[in-house]
């Protein structure tokens, strides 16, 4: 086993362990942060009245290039993808169940922004679409459909937390 290895594996224990419960509540912030972007958009839009193309949510307001270009969105949902993974071992118990589906419709979401990344860079647009559009938006508009996304991936997750805590308060009880 090389040195870095031993590192990963170490590190990869220490997170699923002892570092479980607040890289957890950090992954949680992280997960409140998005979902509240889609909250403000669709609040946007269907509260204030705003265009589709104006509702950016806060940050698409500040920095519209990062939501036009697909950058903002596969980051964050490779890094959401990427953080149920790398913290799956320390998930137990009930909480289980609920995290496998996040990461199941997760892996769905990742997978939309991924062609809809493919389709920005190579300007190749797929369904006859002026811009790049992903397999859900043939059923719903883009706003909605994402909303809808990140909807059914943060229920399971934000149930396999509380299981998670409170199966962790009954334990130090």
Avoid at 58 to 82: D, Q, R, T, V
Avoid at 147 to 164: D, E, G
Wanted: some cysteine.
């Amino acid at each position: 086993m090389t040195a870095l290895q031993f590192r990963t594996n170490n590190f990869m224990e220490k997170l699923n362990t002892v570092w479980h419960e607040k890289a957890l509540w950090a992954y949680i912030v992280i997960v409140l942060g998005h979902f509240s972007e889609h909250v403000i958009q669709i609040y946007q839009i269907y509260i204030l009245g705003w265009l589709p193309k104006e509702a950016g949510g806060i940050l698409g307001l500040w920095f519209p290039w990062l939501a036009e270009s697909e950058i903002l969105h596969i980051a964050y949902n490779g890094a959401m993808w990427i953080g149920i993974l790398l913290l799956w071992k320390g998930v137990q118990g009930q909480s289980r169940t609920f995290w496998k589906w996040a990461l199941i419709f997760q892996t769905w979401h990742l997978f939309e922004h991924v062609i809809l990344m493919y389709q920005f860079v190579a300007k190749d647009y797929w369904f006859g679409g002026a811009r790049q559009t992903s397999i859900g938006e043939i059923f719903f508009p883009r706003p909605e459909l994402h909303f809808m996304y990140n909807f059914i991936v943060f229920v399971p997750l934000m149930i396999a937390c509380f299981l998670y805590f409170r199966n962790l308060q009954k334990q130090n009880s």
